[in-house]
């Protein structure tokens, strides 16, 4: 007689991801792992005294998500942001922005998140007078979806230093107004680092702006703190059936921080920090990624991985194109690492076995990474890499079989184009130009040419959900009627928030896959997603999440 079984889910539509066994009606889990995947009575067998047993009322049961880019520190604090996800026309941002700051009078700084890039109207763009008009006298920022652009009102450009503009790198950009002083527009990190800093908020956004230790140490107190931003953002993912994380900033303070809840025993998801490499850095800084991949290396913490920004996005005309802007004739973007450096740095970490996820969404990033990979592989050999480019918002045709050919994988969102998930169609689209509409956001595309699609939300940019992010694939609609369908079925936009996570992390043998062996982390969803209508697929929530067969979150 087998072993009993810990937990068992039963009257269950589960979804395997298993070629072999593509279906089942109940598993069983031991411990931290699967013992049973099958047919409700064989599955019996491992019940005993102390098992508990779960009905899963007919509702899927999926591998748990993969969540393969996201910003967990960034997001987590972003939590008690304001969010104008929603909301357009001044009168609804003044009301919004006015309420948020009456109901916090002591903070020092007020921050809101998710600012369409059109959110007075298509044709007008916010400059620090309209927000000095909503809030005159206390520090406001607020940030776009993407995360590039934030706008500032004159007291928080004042604080900051920024009013008068100062020297930025390549990339960034403090937009300046006709009277010669900062429009209160700045692009990309280094431009509204100092805003954001106002808010005390430094250490949370290291990861990000330089990847970097914080300066002094943290007392035990902000420590603490930390701790608890990081529990939030945990909660958060574990909420939405997310079981790993493939983290997109990162430094040794984040993954010191998740050992700490670990060793108190709430790290509820399985978690990959990377180091990120700027481009004031060395390739011999390298060493220091090498040093953060031995130390965490276990199945619920670990690093392995550099990540790169090559340039920003569409919108802010920060992405690096290979043809100008259709709107902007004269300019391409500006990428933020040379061809002799970023080769060299591609050359140096794959040389230590590291892997390189690279932020790309212009097809002319995409193309200056595709080229330091082939250095790299040119340089060191063939060797399973599976080297990434996040987003691939935009690619030519000639790059495709280039990126299939050298293993990259397409790390790719669905709520992202214009259009999903209630995001306006301009001012991208014109961004882009109808000749480019063809090979935007090519998911179907690119898998059809052999590459595996990666799937994510690049959380806070985007709502973390991923079966809404399922949705989102499924439903896409081409721009124009002679653009190529680039939607995914159900189980192909499952596969990309599973199967292929895993296989970005190189745990494909243990994760990813509901089979007898395999770690314990599913998911038990309200519904059937199958019995479901793609437009309503949303309305299926999660349950209950198991991760190491412990379960993180009940409904």
């Known amino acids: ?17 298993d070629p072999d066994t593509p279906r089942a009606d109940a598993i069983a889990i031991r411990g931290s792992e699967i013992v049973a995947v099958g047919e409700r009575a064989s599955v019996s067998e491992f019940k005993g005294r102390g098992t508990r047993v779960v009905d899963a009322a007919g509702g899927s049961v999926v591998p748990g998500f993969v969540e393969s880019h996201m910003h967990l520190f960034g997001g987590a604090a972003e939590l008690e942001h304001l969010q104008l996800g929603g909301v357009h026309g001044f009168d609804a941002l003044s009301k919004a922005i006015r309420d948020y700051a009456a109901a916090r009078p002591e903070a020092k700084m007020l921050q809101a998140q998710g600012g369409d890039y059109t959110i007075l109207s298509a044709e007008e763009r916010v400059t620090r007078h309209h927000l000095d008009a909503i809030l005159p006298d206390r520090p406001f920022a607020m940030a776009a979806p993407d995360h590039h652009t934030m706008w500032a009102n004159t007291k928080a450009l004042e604080m900051a230093g920024l009013l008068n503009g100062r020297e930025l790198g390549p990339g960034n950009e403090i937009v300046v107004g006709e009277d010669g002083l900062a429009s209160g527009e700045l692009r990309e990190g280094e431009a509204f680092g100092p805003v954001v800093e106002l808010a005390g908020e430094s250490r949370v956004r290291l990861g990000l702006s330089t990847g970097g230790e914080p300066d002094p140490a943290p007392s035990a107190a902000e420590r603490a703190a930390d701790r608890a931003i990081m529990r939030r953002g945990l909660e958060w993912c574990a909420r939405h059936g997310i079981t790993s994380i493939q983290n997109m ?9 998740l050992s700490e809840i670990e060793a108190e025993g709430g790290l509820l998801c399985r978690a990959q920090i990377p180091f990120h490499y700027k481009n004031f850095m060395t390739v ?27 340039d920003g996005v569409l919108d802010s005309w920060t992405a690096v194109m290979v043809e100008p802007y259709a709107d902007r004739p004269d300019w391409v973007g500006e990428p933020l690492f040379t061809e002799e450096h970023f080769n060299a740095f591609a050359i140096e970490a794959d040389r230590r076995g590291l892997q390189i996820a690279v932020h790309a969404i212009g097809d002319g990033a995409v193309r200056s990474v595709l080229d330091g990979y082939e250095a790299a592989r040119k340089k060191n050999g063939k060797r399973d890499s599976r080297h990434r480019i996040e987003h691939i918002e935009v690619i030519t045709e000639t790059d495709i079989p280039r990126l299939v050919d050298l293993g990259v994988l397409a790390s790719m969102q669905p709520p992202h184009p214009p259009g999903s998930m ?3 169609l301009e001012p991208t689209v014109s961004r882009i130009g109808r000749k480019r509409w063809p090979l935007s956001y090519a998911w179907r595309t690119l898998k059809n040419a052999g590459a595996r699609i990666v799937f994510a939300s690049d959380w806070p940019v985007s709502p973390i959900d991923p079966i809404a992010g399922m949705q989102a694939a499924m439903v896409r609609k081409p721009w124009a009627e002679t653009d190529p369908d680039q939607s995914f079925s159900l189980h192909e936009a499952l596969a990309s928030y599973t199967v292929e996570g895993a296989y ?7 994760k990813g896959t509901l089979k007898a062996g395999y770690l314990a982390d599913l998911v038990i969803l309200s519904g059937d997603l199958e019995k479901t209508d793609p437009q309503q697929l949303h309305t299926v929530r999660p349950v209950t999440t198991v991760c190491g067969g412990k379960v993180t979150y009940q409904a």
């Not at 007689?1 to 009257?11: G, H, K, R, S, W």
């Open 249 to 257: 900033d990162g430094n040794l303070y984040q993954l010191e921080l």
């Open 422 to 424: 209630g995001l306006p």
């Open 504 to 510: 970005a992390g190189f745990m494909e043998r243990r």
């Open 284 to 310: 011999d800084m390298l060493e220091k990624a090498s040093m953060m991949a031995e130390r965490y290396r276990s199945e619920w913490l670990s690093s392995g991985m550099v990540k790169v920004f090559m």
């Open 1 to 17: 007689m087998p072993q009993t079984a810990d937990l068992i889910v039963e009257n269950a539509s589960i979804l395997t991801m």
